[in-house]
């Protein structure tokens, strides 16, 4: 369900903690066949009132608790019967669940497919929203057209649970961080940075886990990990009828660039042939000092470099081992005279391999950035989340020197890194993302490709 602008979905059980089912429908004239209503409640003495509507089916269903009666919901969602202060949360008289539960009547949609901002596809309507006080829980009357949602009639029809949730990810399953890292969704804590479906980062306010039983559904995307999650998850998605073959001998498809992109999100169950979404980083912000030159010394320093200390530990200064054909070697002078380094590269054949040289870079300041922005060892670089949001055009140089230190080409036409570092080869697709390449990964060793 959607509420105005903002989208909430309501989470139900199957069963209410008092061992009441959470949908049922409502036959006109039958109310004493509703098992439902335990206790007085003012939404048993409308519906025996209620007259039928042609092509409509009738359900009532305990749509939301007050939180300091039943706890948050399964999506850890609770809201107060009466105000509160608890912590930096106040609630106060005109916030509580009571005063706000009839804008269900104004704002609310009801969609077969979780978020949809299209009131033209809902497949019902609510009639009327009731506060039940002896029970401290919001119950709704709705209305679902008989063609619309007959698979959805049939199922409350059979006693089957119908789920109106979230959905839920297996423990395992990567979650995408601000950064552009991955992380296993169990280990997400309150306070971590995550990347939203709209390419935003967010701050982590809650971390539920709940136990299943029930069908679980495995997704192996073309370009990213497995997912196993509960047939209810939503996933935004498009459909196939906006790519278009690369020629008329290969299977392989490209997105038409004319096609108008209208996502929409579908339940893991009733994903099909769908082309699952990906979110880009949307926030752009550039340091001053970050130029051309100095993304492109700092993309060949993420593929072949290393910081260098003095004996007592400190940096020291930058250091690069290229391959003979790398283009930095013939750059590399005229980037560090634009960046004004401390002092010219030494450019000296490399001590044990004949087809690779040493640019040594001794300025402290530049190696101390270096370090903040990518790390120092090969197996734990990774951007700093600054370098994340950086102009495009930055980026695009800064992966252009770090393609050429450790990418290369093949066979089919791709261009694929190689790093020792799972976080870099994440954020690597991400940044890929927003130059409008669409990269696979491959984690088991390391690889991001485009």
């Known amino acids: 369900m959607t509420h105005g602008y903002f989208p909430k979905l309501i989470e139900l059980d199957d069963l209410s903690p008092n061992s009441e089912p959470t949908i049922q429908i409502v036959r006109p004239g039958e109310y004493n066949r509703l098992g439902h209503v335990k206790t007085a409640s003012e939404a048993l003495d409308y519906i025996k009132q209620v007259k039928p509507i042609p092509g409509k089916t009738i359900i009532l269903v305990l749509a939301m608790t007050a939180g300091e009666f039943y706890g ?157 999650c509960t047939h209810e998850h939503p996933f935004l998605t498009e459909t196939l009828d906006n790519l278009k073959p690369k020629n008329d001998k290969s299977s392989y ?108 870079i001794y300025d402290v300041k530049l190696a101390a950035c270096f370090a903040e922005l990518a790390g120092t060892r090969a197996i734990d670089k990774k951007f700093h989340h600054s370098v994340m949001v950086w102009e495009r055009s930055l980026q695009r140089e800064m992966l252009g020197t770090y393609a050429n230190g450790d990418g290369c080409g093949t066979k089919t036409g791709a261009l694929q890194f190689s790093t020792a570092s799972q976080d870099l080869a994440w954020q690597l697709a991400s940044l890929l993302h927003r130059q409008g390449i669409p990269p696979s990964v491959q984690c088991a060793s390391c690889h991001a490709k485009s």
């Open 72 to 228: 948050p919901n399964r999506n850890g969602d609770g809201w107060p019967e009466r105000p509160l202060i608890a912590g930096n949360t106040k609630i106060g008289p005109n916030e509580v669940l009571p005063m706000h539960h009839k804008s269900f009547e104004t704002n609310a949609n009801i969609f077969k497919h979780h978020i949809n901002k299209d009131p033209e596809k809902r497949i019902g309507d609510v009639l009327k929203s009731f506060y039940n006080w002896p029970m401290h829980r919001v119950e709704l009357l709705l209305s679902l057209d008989n063609k619309k949602a007959e698979d959805v009639v049939e199922r409350i029809e059979n006693e089957e649970f119908l789920a109106v949730s979230m959905g839920c990810f297996r423990s395992g399953n990567l979650v995408t961080m601000g950064d552009g890292t991955r992380k296993p969704i169990e280990e997400i804590v309150r306070g971590d940075i995550v990347l939203t479906h709209e390419g935003r980062a967010r701050r982590v306010t809650e971390a539920h886990v709940r136990l299943y039983t029930g069908d679980m559904y495995t997704l192996k995307p073309a370009a990213g990990p497995e997912i196993v």
């Open 253 to 360: 498809r490209t997105w038409d660039k004319n096609a108008i992109c209208s996502p929409e999100w579908v339940h893991a169950a009733c994903l099909d042939d769908h082309l699952l979404m990906s979110p880009i980083i949307q926030e752009t912000s550039t340091p001053s000092y970050v130029t051309k030159e100095f993304a492109q010394l700092f993309g060949a320093y993420v593929a072949d470099g290393s910081i260098t200390k003095n004996k007592k530990g400190a940096y020291y200064g930058v250091e690069l081992n290229v391959n003979l054909n790398n283009p930095i070697l013939d750059s590399i002078e005229n980037i560090c005279e634009s960046l004004k380094t401390k002092n010219a590269p030494v450019i000296t054949q490399h001590p044990v391999s004949p087809a690779a040289m040493k640019i040594s």
